[in-house]
């Protein structure tokens, strides 16, 4: 069990365990779901998930695999200290401004539609300049943080574990069931590329479902059974979002491409007047939602399908199999530990949104000047990844 | 060590691109060959409106989209028509409905044929069945309330036959005596009011049946407006074909050329 989760979790396999995933749970698994969808959103979901699952093999295929070279210490211990300078001030701020905290709520005994109501006005509901925070959240959440602490984490920097700590703490405050698995995710990624025996990985993961279904009952959730209510979020949810966003934009926008106009970014590139996708697919599942902003996300094919059709999905496919190759089996340990988290996050939400808002692009950038300094040492720089051979 | 380059022969893409190119010609001429060869389908889709009694629904919309799947009324459907097993099967497999949300009253059909002509008839005999299985519900309703309706016209009648009588015994009044005329004519009075009183009731009823039994508030499930039918083929679709073809030509080819380099290296 330890073994095959270490080689799930290995970074340097993620060419394969991703793909073979995307094809098993999307191309395989609904067909034991019965999902009630029109035949044009059958017929696609049939095709989709082969064609993203080959594509990303494919663009994994020009990146080798590089041993593990140490990056610039001096560097890398300046991006860690502005990173948790700077996101303890964002996670202060957020705090001292929001309504109410959901973690204080739901220990207050509230019902799960005020949990559900403070948890989106904590970030997403916000106005005025407060609308910036889910972005920054997110900039600092998906990508910075993370990799900040697995640069403290390897590099042995004083305090890492402390960072760690409050990062986990900050993760539950959202009441967002599975958040705290962007540090997780990462966390469980450095215990393999550091080839540290302790802690177990299956410990791990025991601790991240009785964490999950401890959410799920403080939450309010778990009123038909906490176990169905995991197994249907990780098993039904998923495939039905997939199925339900084809299905929506079968029928609103009858098939016709969408130019971009689901991205934030894209849409303002280009001039096109935004489409809140995920928006839409969630009214269209469950009806409105008091603050207008609960959202549901599909794997990444799907938006890149809407949005450009089948060359959209091989396209977006091939530059994700290129992020996995040259991530996944970089020089750069800290590096290669955010490929889990990054793979969690396209597997079950958009790419455009991971690139941009969620900072990869960022995020390869700030480790590739941290790499490109110990290219070119100066004096008084000390090599801190020496003792690090994970692969 | 220097990194190895997509031209150095260390590199895992060495010997890759040729096939990958190759292969990926192969499966596009493939997924577009397939496009000729199979059956073409197209699509007939349409709203149907569910009828209703005084404005209460015949069938809930749930229990109209469960009719709609049912095997029962796809084999009348098919066997009304006296379609073939294939373009039978291919009705079955296609039919989707649903109801809109906001929109409870309307069903959203849509299905499939391997001609637009059988699409459209297709479509009509679905909304036909539904239909008449909608009409058997309602009859006894409809029935009961007709039936109501007739009962209070005649009543309505019968009262004012007895009326016109009353009013002809009154004109009889004066030739009693004037000691008996005030005592009659306050008789008369009271049934003539309790008559008018009872007629008002009856009037109210049938406007009421009247009413209810009018079009705008009852009426049969139907189509909203004759279905389109897609001027193009909904399956194959060229693109899904083409992309298909391309990823397998792609992944053959590269699987190929990397087992031809392990096993002869």
Redesign the interface.
Known sequence: MERALRMIVDPANGAIVFPLALALYYGVWPWFLGLSSMVETRETFALLPWIAAAWVAIGALPFPRRPTAPVDASRARSFVYVVLVAFTMFAILTLATAPSIPLIEALRGAGVEAIALSREEFLKARTGWEAALPYVNALFTSSLLPYALALALLGRQRGALWAVAAFFVYSLVFMEKAFFLRLLLPMMAVIVVAGVRWPKLSWLVAAAVALLASNVVVSGFGANGIDDFLLYRAFEVPPLTVADSIDHWQQRYAGMPLRGATSGWISTLLGLERIPFEREVFVYQFGDFETGTASSNAAYFVEAYVNFGYVGVIINSLLLGAVVGYVGRSEDAALRCMLPLILYTVFLGGMFALLLSNGLVLLLLVARWIAAGHAAPTPGRAASLADVRGS | MR??T?FSD????TG?LRP?LIGGVLGLALGAAALFVVPQQF?ASGAIKLGQVEDKPIEPSAASLQRLRSRALQERVTEKLGIGAGEARLFR??L?ATAP?GAESLL?V?L?AYDRDTARALFNEVAAALSLAHSEIAAKEVSRRAAALDQARRELRAVDAARAELERSVGNIGRLKPSEQFAETIAYTRVLADRDQQRVELQKRIDRLEEGLASSRTFPTAPVEAPSVTERA??P?P??F???G???G??VG?AVAGLRRRLFR
């Open positions: 990194p190895a997509l260390t590199h895992p893409m890759l990958a699509e497999e296609t989707w949300r959203e849509r499939r909904v399956f679709k693109s899904a083409l992309a298909a391309l990823t397998i792609v992944a590269v």
